[in-house]
């Protein structure tokens, strides 16, 4: 009877250490899979704050390739539309010059010409005078070839002489015609050079107020996008911060690791006292020869006062702290 | 199809008035109007070019504004254009005239 007694409480002893090693083990599972998971999150949430960064840079480095280099245009060649808007505008500029240019430069030949148009008609009035003295010369030889026929024979050499004059007139006459035809045919040809350079003088200016109202709109399109760019930025750059912080507080409440190693400590502390407890517990107290009910009273009494200071050692040594908020300060 | 020019002289000052289109066919008569004027070497005399009644301007009367402003002598003379239409006026700003002239 002693000895079934004996072997059954042997046999609960055995059961409370088997189950304590088991409750020990699991413990040590949960630590290590908290602290997998732990390692694992923060990877990961920094790996997110570096990728949000990362992003934001590309963001950034897209739209100020889109924006001016503001005045490093020599050192910053890339392209970009308020860049190419304002070399719209100079080369338009240069090109107005350029006809306006062009229109004075035609403007002051067209005086030339018609100060040349004037030397012209000066010429034909010369040649009306020409042409005025030929017609007397012809009266003058006409009159003396009458006086030369009344003087008869004596008269004969003057008469040939009077008809040389008259000759001399007509020619004079057909040379002035000729020269007239010239000039007739130089005023024409001065004319349609007049004409040419009529053509380069006159260009229609409203192209160019078209063309400067279009860059002026672009102007005004590129500063719409610059203002909408800068505040997607400002933006972004918002969003990226809220990103950054959150990251922040996860990877801070990450650190519950600490107080899940320090809840593990304490369990293994626990588990011990239990296992020292079991040890103490001798059967032959209860169980053992000769040993009255007082005996047995006191020994057990004994045992518990000899547990007693390792569990108050180990009730003391709990995690002071029950949750992250209370004094998670000392942690971070 | 052409505009008109008419002339007034005062002691100090000539003023222009164009009427219509101010074109290349314009030319004969712009020069007259002030050739009187610049030819006996005169500097420092004024130039009023009054365009309200100026319906349309192209670049061979922006030519002939120039050449004027350099047959009275360039710096020495004041050329002011006045009563422009606001079309025309943006065309003498395109082509930088508020640099050269006195617009008003």
Redesign the interface.
Known sequence: MEDEARRIAEEIAFEYRRQLESVRFEKDQVKNLVQDAIVKLTNSFNGLRESSDEQLGLVTGLTSSMQDGDGDSDSDKKINIRGFVSETDKIL?TF??H??L???????M??RI?DLSSQMAEIVDLLHDINAIAEQTNVLSLNARIVAARAGQAGEAFSVVASEVRKLARNSHEFSDRINGVVRNSKKNIESAKGIV?VM??????F??EA?GRVDEMMAEVSEIDRFTAETIHKVTGVADQISNQVGVAVMSMQFEDMVTQLSESMEKKIHVLENFAQAMDPDILFGDGLTAVDRMQRLEQVLEGQRAGFNAVDRGAVQQSSMDEGDIELF | MSGTISVERSDKETVINIKGRF??EM??QF?TAYQEDTSKGQKGRKFVIDLSGTEY????A???L??LREEAGTNESDIEIINAKP?IR??LE???FQRLFKIS
């Open positions: 500029k107005v010059n006809i306006i062009v229109s004075r430069q035609s403007m002051e067209v005086h018609d009529e003088a006159s260009k229609d200016m409203s160019a107020i400067k | 074109n290349f030319h004969s020069r301007i192209d670049s061979s922006l030519g002939m120039l050449l079309e943006k065309i395109t082509a930088n």
